[in-house]
């Protein structure tokens, strides 16, 4: 089985890599895929506790795009990290300037709070702010400050500096890295056909046909879609840790099951990537 969606510590995960792999293995996940927001920085530490385990790590992202003034997230499996590394130093400067602005926003309407210091790579998202609310006492749960203050939206929210889809799937592309669109269905800014169109017209390789938040019957529309683009079909749990969840239900290491076999064409398309991206680079 594959999980191809987690996030760790260095982004708004809260098991630590070597934490995540340990786990996975025990819910006998064979390949499992490092999806942090914005950074690749959790790689390593994974890769080196795999190997005690007999599993596969794949290297990966998930971006943060804006279109249709919504944010759309964006996977990236095995990017060249030399090159992918100077845009995403400025996305993360950028995840950082955001996380400034949520805190003055907050302060501004009477909650102050000051953001756990953030090392070297780490992505600083929403549920950071939201874990410092309900620590400095302002908020019972993190739920509770996605709803008063931080939901898309909400008063002290700010969205990603602007970076479209079109911009987003061609670095991934120019980096040997295969984009795929994360959580289709949890998109909040139009028809997902449509915006499906115009992903595939701007290079878009494969789609996460299966997510927690997806229904059955969304899985299996998407799955058609997939087939009449001739796009890849990927999934995962989208794990933030134990018992973290947005939206309330809790989502567990390998729960959708997904076959190791729908890695291999992954992995195919992006070394023919990459033989691209290193010809031009
Ligand atoms: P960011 O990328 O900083 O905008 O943060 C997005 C992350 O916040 C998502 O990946 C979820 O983990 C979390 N999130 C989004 N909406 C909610 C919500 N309503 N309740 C709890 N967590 C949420
Ligand atoms: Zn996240
Ligand atoms: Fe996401
Ligand atoms: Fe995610």
Redesign the pocket.
């Known amino acids: 089985m594959i999980e191809l969606h987690c996030?760790t510590t260095y982004?708004?995960g809260t098991l630590t890599p070597t934490q995540l792999v340990k786990a996975a293995a025990q819910a006998g996940v064979k390949a499992l895929a490092i999806t942090d927001?914005d950074t690749m920085s959790g790689w390593d530490e994974a890769m080196s506790a795999a190997s005690s385990y007999n599993m596969e790590i794949v290297p990966g992202l998930?971006l943060?795009t804006v279109h249709r003034d919504r944010?759309l997230?964006i996977l990236g499996f095995y990017p060249n990290r030399e090159l992918l590394s100077p845009a995403l130093a400025e996305r993360l400067e950028g995840?950082k300037r955001?996380?400034a602005e949520m805190v003055a926003k907050l302060a501004a309407l009477g909650y102050p709070i000051k953001l756990p210091e953030m090392g070297e790579g780490m992505?600083?998202?929403?549920?950071?702010?939201?874990s410092a609310l309900v620590q400095a006492g302002y908020a019972e749960s993190?739920?509770e400050?996605?709803?008063r203050w931080?939901?898309?939206n909400g008063p002290a929210y700010v969205h990603?500096e602007k970076f479209s889809i079109e911009d987003g799937i061609s670095l991934l592309r120019s980096c040997g890295a295969v984009p795929v669109w994360a959580h289709p269905y949890l998109f909040r800014g139009g028809d997902v056909e449509e915006v499906l169109a115009e992903m595939v017209e701007a290079g878009l390789m494969g789609v996460e046909v299966y997510h927690p938040n997806h229904t059955p019957a969304q899985q299996k529309r998407m799955l058609a879609l997939c087939a009449e683009y001739g796009l890849l079909v990927t999934g995962g749990s989208?794990y933030?840790g134990p018992g973290?969840?947005?939206?309330?239900e809790t989502t567990t290491l390998n729960q959708l099951r997904v076959p190791l076999e729908l890695l291999y064409p992954i992995k195919s398309a992006a070394q023919t990537l990459q033989l691209t991206a290193l010809s031009a680079s």
Not at 244 to 248: D, E, H, I, S, Y
């Open positions: 996030h982004s708004d927001h998930e943060s944010s997230h995840r955001r996380a992505a600083p998202g929403r549920p950071h702010i939201a993190s739920a400050a996605f709803d931080l939901g898309d990603y989208d933030h973290n969840a947005k939206g309330g």
